[in-house]
């Protein structure tokens, strides 16, 4: 059975940093590409960084504060988000894609206020 499952948000002032984790299970995780989502409240979800074979992809609004790694070993992709934003407020999801294959996990909440 696929699971994804994140970690790692909270609430954190203007300016903070946050790291999010995500650890799969039940699939080949190393054959996947692995990327980072958000959802702000009354808006579509958005693609905020994807991690493939030629290496990290960025959000315009995110590029020089977020970093998208993976560690196959353990079978984890994180998020570092650096110099956050109130903007950058939004339910995180990460997401493993293999062709058809397409899994999500359930979110987890970054609030960025003062």
């Known amino acids: 059975q696929v699971h994804l499952v994140e970690s790692g948000g909270g609430l954190v002032q203007p300016g903070g940093s946050l790291r999010l984790s995500c650890v799969a299970s039940?699939?080949?995780?190393?054959?996947?590409?692995l990327g980072w989502y958000r959802q702000a409240p009354g808006k579509e979800r958005e693609l905020v960084a994807n991690?493939?074979?030629?290496?990290?992809n960025y959000a315009d609004s995110v590029k020089g504060r977020f970093t998208i790694s993976r560690d196959n070993a353990k079978n984890t992709v994180y998020l570092q988000m650096n110099s956050l934003k109130p903007e950058d407020t939004a339910v995180y999801y990460c997401?493993?894609?293999?062709?058809?294959?397409?899994?999500w996990g359930q979110g987890t909440q970054v609030t960025v206020s003062s």
């Open positions: 997401n493993a894609v293999l062709v058809s294959y397409v899994y």
């Open positions: 039940g699939f080949k995780f190393s054959w996947f590409e």
């Open positions: 991690s493939t074979v030629a290496g990290g």
